[in-house]
C-alpha cells in the first residue's frame, strides 16, 4: 500500500522493508485554508485518500492535534522534542516499533532486510547530495523533492555551477511546497543563491549518512542516529542542531545570510528568527509568502535589500 | 456581586493600587473568603519573593500544569510555581507592565499567544522572582510555548527541558492501564513519561541537595490529592447546583489553584475550605448569583481577560462545565501506585496533550449530565491550537444540537466588547428559543 | 552630474533631482492605479522645479514598490539602501534609520560609514505601517493629513490597546462612543505604532537615529518614536524625500 508521511524523520526505507511503498507528501493545500489552519497540514490530509495508510508525526500543534477522523488508517508518530536524552532515543526507537505493528497490520510483512533497505536508501541519498550539490538550487530542490515523493534519485549529469556573483544564502523554514519552488527562482532574480537548502522538503530534511557497520549489526539504532539524532529542525529542544548545521554551512558553502521562509502559522519557525539574531554570524531576513497579491513583491524588496546589503 | 469600590473590597483595592488594574472593571463575590481567595492568588509573587529571600529554592515549572508542583512540594525549602501564569498579568495590569512589549522587543510578538509574557517577566526581574531551576515540558506541549520557552533558554537560561508525549489510545491487543480520568492508555505511554519525571526527579533532586525519595513523594501526593479534591468539590457543587453558586472568575481561580497551589499547600487549603463552606452554604440554603433558568454553558479554555466570563453572566448564562486546562490538575493522584507511575499517569490526563477530537469528547462527556445548552470556544489570541478547537468541539456536540458559539479573546478585551458581547448575548437568545421548541 | 532619483512607493511618488550632491529639484505625487505614469509626471515636475528640462538628468536610480515599473531608470534599488544612502548624506553619523511606509516599516541599521549593516522590516501584518494609520485615520473621519493635524493637538493620548487592525478600529470606535476626543485618540494610535516599530528593531540601536519617511511628518510621532525607544531620535528636512535623494545619489555613482 501507498504510505503516506509528511515529515522528514520517517524514513522511507523502513516503510520499504515492511513491504510497502513510502511517499513523503510536499504539497500544501489547494483549497483555501481557514485563518490559522497550516497549508501543509492541511496538504497532508487532502493527499491522504482512500486505500493510502497514513502516518501523522505530532511535531507540531496543527499535525498532533488533527490526528483523528481522516479518510484512511492512519498512525499517530509522537515525534519527541527533546532529544539530548537516552529516554528521547529510546521513544523515537519505540515509536518506529510501533510503526511496525501498524504497517504489519495493514498489508505489510515483517521487516525484512532492514539493513539493506537502509544501506541501499543511504547510497541513494549520497548520490543525490552528490548531485544537488552541483545543481542549481531549484534543481537540487526537486531533486531531492523526487527522492521524498517517489524514493527515486533523479538520473542527472550536472555540472558544477561557476560563481556566478550571487550572494550566498541558506535558505530557512518548514516544507517549502512543490508549488511555491519558484521561490528559488525569485531569489536567484534578486542576486541571491541558496547554497545552502534548510527547508524541511530541502537538504535538511535528508537524513545524515548511515554508519554502515551500526546498520549491519543494529539498523533501528541506526535509523535513530541518522534521522532522530541528526536531522536539524525548530521544534527541537534545545534547538541547537540548527546553529550546529548553518555553521558548517558557513564553513563549506561560505553562507552569507539566512533567509527564514516560515508558513505564515508557524509559530515554530518564527520564534527561530529572534534566535538567529541573538545568535549573529549572519545577517537575517525574515519572508513570509501567503499567495496574497503584492507578496511577490514585498518579498523581492527584501531579498534584494539583502543582496544590495552584502554586494 | 461587588464592585472594587464596595466597603467590603479594601483587600483588593491594595492590589489595584499596586497596579493591577483591571480590577477596577470586575465584579466580585462578596464572601469574604472569596475575597481571601483573589487575596491569595494576587499575592503568590511576595510569597515566592519571601521563601527565595529566606533561602528557599525556586522552581519555574512550564507547561505540564499540575505535575511537577507535587514533586517540588515534596522537598521541604521548595517551592514551584508557574511562569507561564504570567498570561493573565497584561490583561490583570491592563499592560501597565509592559511585559507583552518586552516580549515584542525580543522578536516574540503577537503572532504568539500571551504566554510570551513570560519572557517580560524574566527580562525585567518583575512579577515573580527569577527560578533558581526552570522546568519545562515539551512534546505535545503547544507550540507557542514551546517557542517561548526556547527564546527563554537563549536569554541564558538553562532550562531543564522533559518530554510529555502526546496522547494516545493503545494500540489492539497493546498492554493498557486505565488513567485517573477513567481512559486507557498505553502502558508504555506511562512508562515513557515516568521515564523523564524520574529525570526532572534526580535533577531536582542533584539542585537542591534533598534526594527525593518515596516516602516525601508519597506525602507530596497526598497532600496534593487534598487540594485536588477539595477543587473538585467545590467545582462540582459550583457547576451542577441549581442556582449557580460561584461566579465563572471565582471558579477559574479556584480551578487554577489546583496547578501549584499558589506555592503555599497549607494556607491554599485553608482558603479552598473558605469557599467550599461558601458555597455549600448556598447551595443548602438554594441561592446563588444567578437565576435557576439560567443558560446552562459549557467553556472551553481560560481566558485571559476574566471580564468576559462576566459578560456571559451578565447576559444570563452560567457556567455548567468548563475545560480551563486544568483537568489534570484535578484529578486523583494514585497512593497505591509507585509514586512517579502515580504522576506519569495524572500527567497524561492533560486534555491539551492529545487530538481536539479527543479533549472535546472529554469535556462533552464530564458536562453533559449538568444539563449544558450551549457551548463556547474562547480562542487564545495566537495560539496555534485555536483554529481546530470551535470545529472539533462542534463536531463533538453535533448530535447533541448544542449551539457552539467560537470568539477570540485578546488580552484586553475592551475593544472587542461590542463583538464578543453580542455573541454571547445572540448564543444564548439561540439557547433560550432552542427550549420554547424542544419537544 | 545632474542625477535624479524615483521613490515609487505605494502612496506616494517622490522624485528628488541632485546635481554635485546637492537637491536643486523636488515633487511628490500621491500615487496611482498607473504607478508609471504618475512617476514620470513627478520626475518631470522635479526637473521643472529645478529648472531643467528631462534631458538634462544624465542617470536616474529607482526605488519603492513601483521600482521595477519607473521608465528610464538606469538603476533599481531598494528603498532600504536608498533611505541609508539618504541618511547617509543628510545626517552623516547616523547610525540607525527607522521608515513607516505605507505597507512596510523597515528599521536599518547603518555601519560607522552609513552602509547597510543589517535590516528589520515588519511581518505580513499592517500593524505598525502607514496602512494601518490610514485605516485608523478614515476611522477618525479624516485622512492622513488630517490626522497629522489631529495627532499634533492632542494633551494626553488615549490608550490603545490592540495593534490588530480589525480590533483596533473596533477599539476605536467604542473609545469615540466612550467621549475620547479624535485628538487624543489620533495620539494614542501614533504611540502605538511607534511601539510597534520599536519592538522591530530589537534590543538594542545604539548611536543617533533618524526618522525618514512621510509618516515622520505627524507631529508627535518622533517623540513617540523616541520613547518607545529610548533614545534620541532626529527626522530629516523633507523626511519623505529620503529614499528618493538616496536614489539619486546612488545613480551618481
Known amino acids: 500500500m501507498r504510505v503516506l508521511f509528511a515529515s522528514p524523520f520517517i524514513p522511507p526505507e523502513f516503510i520499504t522493508a515492511h513491504g510497502h511503498r513510502p511517499s513523503r507528501v510536499l504539497s500544501a493545500a489547494a483549497t483555501d485554508c481557514h485563518q490559522g489552519r497550516c497549508a501543509v497540514a492541511a496538504g497532508f490530509d487532502e493527499a491522504l485518500v482512500r486505500g493510502d495508510l497514513g502516518i501523522v508525526v505530532g511535531s507540531c500543534?496543527?499535525?498532533?492535534?488533527?490526528?483523528?477522523?481522516?479518510?484512511?488508517?492512519?498512525?499517530?508518530?509522537?515525534?519527541?522534542?527533546?532529544?539530548?536524552?537516552?529516554?528521547?532515543?529510546?521513544?523515537?526507537?519505540?515509536?518506529?516499533?510501533?510503526?511496525?505493528?501498524?504497517?504489519?497490520?495493514?498489508?505489510?510483512?515483517?521487516?525484512?532486510?532492514?539493513?539493506?533497505?537502509?544501506?541501499?536508501?543511504?547510497?541513494?541519498?549520497?548520490?543525490?547530495?552528490?548531485?544537488?550539490?552541483?545543481?542549481?538550487?531549484?534543481?537540487?530542490?526537486?531533486?531531492?523533492?523526487?527522492y521524498a515523493v517517489s524514493g527515486v534519485v533523479p538520473a542527472s549529469d550536472p555540472v558544477a555551477q561557476p560563481p556566478d556573483g550571487r550572494v550566498p544564502i541558506a535558505l530557512l523554514g518548514g516544507p517549502l511546497p512543490v508549488a511555491a519552488f519558484d521561490l528559488y527562482d525569485l531569489i536567484e532574480g534578486c542576486g541571491a543563491r541558496v547554497v545552502l537548502d534548510g527547508c524541511e522538503s530541502g537538504e535538511r530534511g535528508l537524513a545524515a549518512p548511515c554508519d554502515r557497520r551500526l546498520a549491519a549489526d543494529d539498523p533501528l539504532a541506526a535509523l535513530v542516529d541518522s534521522y532522530f539524532l541528526a536531522i536539524p529542525d525548530a521544534f527541537r529542544r534545545p534547538d541547537s542542531l540548527i546553529f550546529s548545521w548553518l555553521e558548517r554551512g558557513i564553513a563549506e558553502r561560505g553562507v552569507r545570510a539566512v533567509v527564514v521562509r516560515p508558513d505564515p502559522w508557524c509559530d515554530l519557525w518564527r520564534a527561530v528568527v529572534p534566535r538567529l539574531h541573538d545568535w549573529g554570524r549572519l545577517p537575517v531576513v525574515l519572508v513570509e509568502s501567503d499567495g496574497e497579491s503584492g507578496s511577490r513583491a514585498r518579498l523581492a524588496t527584501r531579498i534584494e535589500a539583502l543582496t544590495e546589503m552584502l554586494g | 456581586m461587588i464592585a472594587l469600590d464596595h466597603p467590603t473590597a479594601g483587600v483588593l483595592r491594595r492590589w489595584h493600587a499596586a497596579g493591577n488594574l483591571r480590577l477596577a472593571d470586575l465584579r466580585f463575590d462578596p464572601a469574604p473568603e472569596c475575597l481571601a481567595l483573589w487575596d491569595f492568588v494576587l499575592s503568590e509573587e511576595d510569597r515566592l519573593r519571601a521563601a527565595q529571600a529566606a533561602?528557599?529554592?525556586?522552581?519555574?515549572?512550564?507547561?505540564?500544569?499540575?505535575?511537577?508542583?507535587?514533586?517540588?512540594?515534596?522537598?521541604?525549602?521548595?517551592r514551584a510555581f508557574y511562569p507561564d501564569g504570567a498570561w493573565w498579568l497584561p490583561c490583570l495590569q491592563r499592560q501597565s507592565g509592559g511585559q507583552l512589549a518586552a516580549a515584542d522587543r525580543l522578536g516574540i510578538g503577537e503572532g504568539f499567544c500571551p504566554v510570551r509574557a513570560l519572557l517580560g517577566c524574566y527580562a525585567a526581574g518583575s512579577d515573580f522572582p527569577s527560578p533558581d531551576l526552570d522546568i519545562c515540558a515539551v512534546g505535545a506541549t503547544c507550540d507557542d510555548f514551546s517557542a517561548v520557552a526556547q527564546r527563554l533558554a537563549g536569554l541564558g537560561r538553562d532550562p531543564l527541558w522533559w518530554e510529555l508525549p502526546a496522547f494516545r489510545a493503545p494500540d489492539p491487543g497493546e498492554a493498557a492501564v486505565t488513567l485517573p480520568n477513567g481512559e486507557a492508555a498505553p502502558a508504555?505511554?506511562?512508562?515513557?513519561?515516568?521515564?523523564?519525571?524520574?529525570?526532572?526527579?534526580?535533577?531536582?533532586?542533584?539542585?537542591?541537595?534533598?534526594?527525593?525519595?518515596?516516602?516525601?513523594?508519597?506525602?507530596?501526593?497526598?497532600?496534593?490529592?487534598?487540594?485536588?479534591?477539595?477543587?473538585?468539590e467545590i467545582r462540582e457543587l459550583a457547576l451542577g447546583a441549581p442556582y449557580s453558586p460561584l461566579p465563572a472568575v471565582e471558579l477559574l481561580l479556584t480551578e487554577i489553584l489546583a496547578l501549584h497551589f499558589c506555592s503555599d499547600l497549607d494556607r491554599c487549603l485553608e482558603i479552598l475550605d473558605g469557599v467550599q463552606a461558601v458555597v455549600a452554604d448556598r447551595v443548602a440554603r438554594g441561592v446563588g448569583h444567578q437565576p435557576a433558568d439560567a443558560v446552562r454553558v459549557l467553556w472551553l479554555n481560560p481566558v485571559a481577560d476574566l471580564r468576559v466570563l462576566q459578560w456571559l453572566e451578565e447576559a444570563g448564562g452560567r457556567l455548567?462545565?468548563?475545560?480551563?486546562?486544568?483537568?489534570?490538575?484535578?484529578?486523583?493522584?494514585?497512593?497505591?501506585?509507585?509514586?512517579i507511575t502515580a504522576l506519569a499517569q495524572v500527567a497524561l490526563c492533560d486534555r491539551m496533550i492529545g487530538s481536539d477530537r479527543r479533549r472535546a469528547a472529554l469535556a462533552v462527556a464530564e458536562a453533559r449530565p449538568r444539563g449544558i445548552e450551549t457551548v463556547v470556544v474562547a480562542r487564545v489570541p495566537g495560539a496555534s491550537h485555536g483554529c481546530s478547537e470551535g470545529p472539533a468541539m462542534a463536531q463533538a456536540v453535533a448530535t447533541m444540537g448544542w449551539p457552539v458559539v467560537s470568539i477570540e479573546v485578546p488580552v484586553v478585551a475592551d475593544a472587542a466588547s461590542g463583538q464578543i458581547r453580542g455573541r454571547l448575548e445572540a448564543l444564548l437568545e439561540t439557547a433560550l428559543t432552542r427550549r420554547t421548541v424542544r419537544p | 552630474m545632474i542625477t535624479a532619483g524615483v521613490d515609487g512607493g505605494s502612496r506616494a511618488v517622490k522624485a528628488v533631482v541632485v546635481a554635485d550632491g546637492r537637491i536643486i529639484g523636488r515633487a511628490v505625487r500621491d500615487s496611482g492605479p498607473q504607478p508609471a505614469l504618475v512617476a514620470e509626471a513627478c520626475l518631470a515636475a522635479a526637473c521643472a522645479d529645478a529648472g531643467l528640462e528631462r534631458a538634462a538628468v544624465s542617470r536616474l536610480a529607482a526605488t519603492g514598490y513601483a521600482r521595477a515599473v519607473i521608465p528610464g531608470a538606469d538603476r533599481r534599488v531598494t528603498e532600504?539602501?536608498?533611505?541609508?544612502?539618504?541618511?547617509?548624506?543628510?545626517?552623516?553619523?547616523?547610525?540607525?534609520?527607522?521608515?513607516?511606509?505605507?505597507?512596510?516599516?523597515?528599521?536599518?541599521?547603518?555601519?560607522?560609514?552609513?552602509?547597510?549593516?543589517?535590516?528589520?522590516?515588519?511581518?505580513?501584518?499592517?500593524?505598525?505601517?502607514?496602512?494601518?494609520?490610514?485605516?485608523?485615520?478614515?476611522?477618525?473621519?479624516?485622512?492622513?493629513?488630517?490626522?497629522?493635524?489631529?495627532?499634533?493637538?492632542?494633551?494626553?493620548?488615549?490608550?490603545?490597546?490592540?495593534?490588530?487592525?480589525?480590533?483596533?478600529e473596533s477599539e476605536i470606535v467604542g473609545l469615540m462612543a466612550q467621549g475620547h476626543a479624535r485628538e487624543a485618540l489620533a495620539a494614542g494610535v501614533v504611540a502605538a505604532v511607534a511601539a510597534r516599530v520599536a519592538a522591530l528593531a530589537g534590543r538594542e540601536l545604539t548611536g543617533p537615529i533618524a526618522f525618514t519617511g512621510g509618516v515622520a511628518r505627524i507631529p508627535g510621532f518622533a517623540d513617540a518614536l523616541a520613547r518607545a525607544l529610548g533614545g534620541a531620535v532626529v527626522v530629516p528636512p523633507q523626511p519623505q524625500l529620503t529614499g528618493a535623494l538616496g536614489a539619486a545619489l546612488i545613480a551618481a555613482g
Open chain 2, 320 to 339: 455548567a462545565g468548563t475545560d480551563f486546562m486544568t483537568a489534570q490538575a484535578m484529578a486523583p493522584i494514585s497512593e497505591d501506585l509507585p509514586p
Open chain 1, 61 to 146: 500543534d496543527q499535525m498532533r492535534r488533527s490526528a483523528d477522523g481522516r479518510v484512511a488508517p492512519t498512525f499517530r508518530f509522537h515525534l519527541p522534542a527533546t532529544w539530548t536524552t537516552a529516554n528521547a532515543a529510546r521513544q523515537y526507537g519505540d515509536e518506529l516499533q510501533r510503526l511496525s505493528v501498524f504497517l504489519q497490520r495493514h498489508g505489510g510483512h515483517a521487516p525484512a532486510d532492514l539493513a539493506t533497505h537502509l544501506l541501499d536508501h543511504d547510497t541513494r541519498r549520497a548520490r543525490l547530495r552528490t548531485g544537488c550539490s552541483l545543481l542549481p538550487a531549484r534543481a537540487a530542490a526537486e531533486a531531492i523533492a523526487a
Open chain 2, 188 to 232: 508504555v505511554l506511562v512508562a515513557a513519561v515516568a521515564a523523564e519525571l524520574q529525570r526532572v526527579r534526580v535533577a531536582l533532586g542533584r539542585a537542591t541537595g534533598t534526594a527525593l525519595d518515596d516516602l516525601a513523594l508519597r506525602a507530596s501526593i497526598r497532600r496534593a490529592n487534598q487540594v485536588r479534591a477539595r477543587v473538585r
Open chain 3, 80 to 168: 532600504i539602501t536608498c533611505h541609508a544612502r539618504g541618511i547617509a548624506a543628510l545626517l552623516p553619523g547616523t547610525r540607525a534609520v527607522v521608515e513607516v511606509g505605507g505597507q512596510d516599516s523597515k528599521v536599518i541599521r547603518l555601519d560607522p560609514n552609513g552602509r547597510v549593516a543589517d535590516f528589520a522590516m515588519n511581518d505580513r501584518c499592517a500593524a505598525g505601517t502607514g496602512r494601518f494609520l490610514e485605516v485608523v485615520a478614515a476611522r477618525l473621519g479624516t485622512d492622513l493629513d488630517g490626522f497629522a493635524v489631529l495627532a499634533g493637538a492632542a494633551g494626553e493620548p488615549a490608550a490603545i490597546s490592540s495593534m490588530c487592525v480589525v480590533f483596533a
Open chain 2, 55 to 78: 533561602g528557599g529554592f525556586i522552581v519555574g515549572a512550564m507547561k505540564d500544569l499540575g505535575t511537577i508542583p507535587v514533586l517540588v512540594a515534596a522537598i521541604p525549602r521548595a
